[in-house]
């Protein structure tokens, strides 16, 4: 099996800082993409932001040169730097890996439970 356990979301106000984690772990061989996703009240999951195994990035433009996104590929961790939030970055984000359990097995994909990051005016 395979746990995606995230960390780091809360109550902040807007213009402040998070920080998030989500470390895998179980039976994993390789870890190909790792991203964060969020879903706000009434809408669907959306992408926030995702990394290769590489390092290459890819963001959504609402949180484009707010947000960093970076991973430890020794640790199976993946983080989220959030700065200058908006009450619109309001949502539950979710951590996403595609994980690789045997040798030439298939990657599937994983998700975290889910961290609730809140941000007051």
């Known amino acids: 099996q395979v746990q995606l356990q995230e960390s780091g979301g809360g109550l902040v106000q807007a213009g402040g800082s998070l920080r998030l984690s989500c470390a895998a772990s179980g039976s994993i061989l390789s870890i190909d993409d790792m991203g964060w996703y969020r879903q706000a009240p009434g809408k669907q999951r959306e992408l926030v932001a995702t990394?290769?195994?590489?390092?290459?990035?890819n963001y959504a433009d609402s949180v484009k040169g707010r947000f960093t996104i970076s991973r430890d590929n020794g640790k199976n961790t993946v983080y989220l730097q959030m700065n200058s939030l908006e009450p619109e970055d309001t949502a539950v984000y979710y951590c996403?890996?595609?994980?690789?359990?045997?040798?030439?097995?298939?990657?599937?994909?994983?998700w975290g439970q889910g961290t609730q990051v809140t941000v007051s005016s």
């Open positions: 990394v290769t195994s590489g390092g290459s990035t």
């Open positions: 996403n890996a595609g994980v690789q359990r045997y040798y030439r097995g298939t990657y599937y994909q994983y």
